[in-house]
């Protein structure tokens, strides 16, 4: 199949139905025969999960358990930004210019990712972090820091899938697809959160949409099914991990690198 078919194809794939309809079987009880099969597949710890797998109801149940307790430490050293998720990096840099810079082989103005939200302009020269979820992963989403929720967004789009073809054959899908942002106030600034849907994503999910208060590793949303989340740092308060790169595979309460005053 040509690059061009396959584009044309997922272009108009790229419904919201199409994801709605995944969700509903995903959903329904007769899904609980997948669950198995699913885990195999994927290879995903069973053994971390909160319940014994027989005990999920549905595929979509055990898609976004939880984890037991301890399963997942988080950093507690004093300014640490941890990750708010398992994932795969797959972009990580400065923000020059209002722009993330060559994410998978694109350039990302800030304004369009944001949905030309007023709080843009601190992001503009500050610093990005692309995490990547695949099926395997833990799908919870949790605070990188100790903060207040100043501002939240909903951005309704398309559910272009985010995986290799989505990301480089797909012009900006991260701006195009459906967007959750939450915006935290921390100690020494401002982070923003944005939390992007895909194809087979049935929905994005607060744990207490109403929370003001968020604690570092505290529980904040969930996927159902696997997407991408978009972690920004206002302009020179972040300073990320001299080891981390493009690539690496990182854990949720993991840290990325360290919270600092701005200059």
Same mark, same amino acid.
């Given at each position: 199949?040509?690059?061009?078919? @396959?584009?044309?194809?997922? =272009?108009?794939?790229?419904?919201?139905?199409?994801?709605?309809?995944?969700?509903?079987?995903?959903?329904?009880?007769?899904?609980?025969?997948?669950?198995?099969?699913?885990?195999?597949? %994927?290879?995903?710890?069973?053994?971390?999960?909160?319940?014994?797998?027989?005990? %999920?109801?549905? @595929?979509?149940?055990?898609?976004?358990? +939880? @984890?037991?307790?301890?399963?997942?430490?988080?950093?507690?050293?004093?300014?640490? /930004?941890?990750?708010?998720?398992? #994932?795969?990096?797959?972009?990580?840099?400065?923000?020059?210019?209002?722009?993330? $810079?060559?994410?998978?082989?694109?350039? !990302?103005?800030?304004?369009?990712?944001?949905?030309?939200?007023?709080?843009?302009?601190? !992001? $503009?020269?500050?610093?990005?972090?692309?995490? !990547?979820?695949?099926?395997? &992963?833990?799908?919870?989403?949790?605070?990188?820091?100790?903060?207040?929720?100043?501002?939240?967004?909903?951005?309704?789009? $398309?559910?272009?899938?985010?995986?290799?073809?989505?990301?480089? +054959?797909?012009?900006?899908?991260?701006?195009?697809?459906?967007?959750?942002?939450?915006?935290? $106030?921390? =100690?020494?600034?401002?982070? #923003?959160?944005?939390?992007?849907?895909? /194809?087979?994503?049935?929905?994005?999910?607060?744990? &207490?949409? #109403?929370?003001? +208060?968020?604690?570092?590793?505290?529980? /904040?949303?969930?996927?159902?099914?696997?997407?991408?989340?978009? /972690?920004?740092? =206002?302009?020179?308060?972040?300073?990320?991990?001299? &080891?981390? #790169?493009?690539?690496?595979?990182?854990?949720?309460?993991?840290?990325?690198?360290?919270?600092?005053?701005?200059?």
């Amino acid at each position: 199949m040509s690059r061009w078919l @396959l584009r044309t194809l997922t =272009e108009l794939g790229s419904r919201k139905w199409i994801s709605r309809l995944a969700g509903r079987i995903a959903h329904s009880p007769a899904s609980k025969a997948l669950i198995p099969r699913f885990a195999r597949a %994927y290879g995903i710890a069973v053994e971390e999960a909160e319940k014994p797998i027989g005990e %999920y109801a549905t @595929l979509n149940e055990f898609f976004t358990r +939880r @984890l037991k307790p301890g399963a997942r430490p988080v950093d507690d050293a004093p300014g640490v /930004l941890v990750s708010p998720v398992d #994932a795969r990096i797959t972009g990580m840099g400065p923000v020059q210019g209002g722009t993330i $810079r060559n994410v998978k082989g694109q350039d !990302y103005p800030i304004d369009e990712l944001l949905g030309f939200s007023p709080r843009a302009s601190v !992001y $503009r020269n500050g610093y990005c972090i692309v995490l !990547y979820l695949s099926p395997s &992963d833990y799908h919870r989403i949790h605070s990188p820091v100790d903060g207040v929720v100043v501002g939240r967004r909903h951005l309704p789009g $398309r559910v272009y899938p985010v995986n290799e073809f989505g990301m480089t +054959r797909l012009r900006r899908v991260l701006s195009r697809n459906e967007r959750l942002i939450t915006f935290i $106030r921390h =100690e020494h600034g401002e982070i #923003a959160l944005v939390k992007v849907g895909a /194809l087979n994503v049935s929905g994005i999910r607060y744990t &207490d949409p #109403a929370a003001e +208060r968020l604690a570092r590793g505290g529980e /904040l949303a969930w996927f159902e099914f696997g997407s991408t989340v978009v /972690l920004l740092a =206002e302009d020179g308060t972040f300073e990320p991990r001299g &080891d981390l #790169a493009v690539g690496d595979k990182v854990r949720m309460g993991e840290a990325l690198g360290r919270l600092k005053p701005k200059s």
